[in-house]
């Protein structure tokens, strides 16, 4: 009995060795190991692994974005260490998901900045944003909850202060004229409703009716006809019908928001994209703003 447990156990490491043999002649699985400087024995019980993390690396490296990950964990790669002579595999953020991690991290920030943003707070010393101040202390001196204001379609270049600036317009308005406000990061928004459709009727209730709405960075989501055209095209329509005020961000001029939401080339996309330019031309008065970036 004891000599037939040995012969299996012979037979096994028979099989992990010449699975590990053949492996090796991957030249990438083979610098994996030679980097690791692990034993023969360890590399051995950790083939299959060893081989999942050259696959994923193999992968990362064609890879032109978290839209093209084919890896069992999006955005990271199943990476080998040696600790205390033993091989343990974490996953590893790539360069992509570090990039949308400091993009959201900075957004964060942004938001935090946003929700306290007062017009005193304003920087008037910049002299791009004078043209800009000007119309936000215009459309501040001139709204009452009666009025049909047009709001704002301002574009520009990442960090210039787009959405404080705005933010900071909207509170004074709430604090000062009893104006309920809104900002809402537009991606964000569709991906929470697409991951709780149960959200979406008392969402588009709210964005459709509340006094003042700011969608913040318009262009940066990625287009789908629902988003497009059941979500947006739906608050456009309610709040344009009830002179509601709202302002838009984009880092998009609205010549290339349109290509944007443009989802193919077919001709209906393009007339719904162009349908809801019209919209957002309708409702907003369109400026720009270059300046330096405020996020570094």
């Known amino acids: 009995m004891e000599r037939l447990k040995m012969t299996l156990s012979e037979k096994t490491n028979l099989a992990l060795?010449?699975?590990?043999?053949?492996?090796?002649?991957?030249?990438?699985?083979?610098?994996?190991?030679?980097n690791l400087k692990i034993s023969k024995e360890i590399g051995m019980k950790n083939t299959s692994k060893l081989k999942d993390s050259v696959q994923e690396l193999k992968n990362c490296r064609s890879c032109k974005g978290l839209f093209m990950c084919k890896n069992s964990y999006l955005g990271h790669v199943c990476f080998p260490s040696v600790t205390s002579e033993q091989l343990r595999f974490d996953f590893v953020a790539c360069k992509y998901q570090k990039e949308l991690l400091e993009k959201q991290e900075a957004k964060k920030k942004s938001l935090d900045d946003v929700a306290n943003a007062r017009m005193k707070d304003i920087d008037v010393t910049d002299k791009n944003r004078v043209a800009l101040i000007k119309w936000l202390k215009k459309f501040y001196d001139a709204y009452e909850p009666v009025n049909t204001l047009k709001g704002l379609y301002l574009h520009g270049n990442f960090g210039s202060g787009k959405t404080f600036l705005i933010a900071a317009l909207l509170n004074e308005l709430k604090a000062k004229k009893n104006a309920s406000i809104e900002v809402v990061y537009f991606p964000?928004?569709?991906r929470n409703m697409k991951e709780d459709f149960s959200l979406?009727?008392?969402?588009?209730n709210y964005f459709q009716n509340v006094d003042i709405l700011l969608i913040d960075?318009?262009?940066?989501?990625?287009v789908t006809s629902w988003g497009r055209d059941e979500i947006l095209g739906t608050i456009l329509?309610?709040?344009?019908?009830?002179?509601?005020?709202?302002?838009?961000t984009s880092n998009l001029t609205i010549e290339e928001l349109e290509k944007h939401l443009s989802l193919t080339k077919g001709n209906e996309d393009l007339v719904k994209a162009r349908r809801i330019i019209e919209r957002i031309k309708q409702m907003t008065e369109d400026m720009e703003l270059i300046s330096v970036n405020r996020r570094n």
Not at 200 to 204: A, I, M, P, S, T
Not at 217 to 222: F, K, L, M, W
Not at 237 to 248: A, C, D, E, W
């Open 188 to 190: 964000e928004v569709l």
């Open 17 to 34: 060795e010449k699975d590990y043999n053949e492996a090796l002649k991957d030249e990438n699985f083979k610098n994996l190991v030679h």
């Open 217 to 222: 960075d318009i262009g940066a989501e990625n």
């Open 237 to 248: 329509q309610s709040r344009m019908n009830n002179k509601l005020p709202t302002f838009f």
């Open 200 to 204: 979406v009727e008392d969402k588009l």
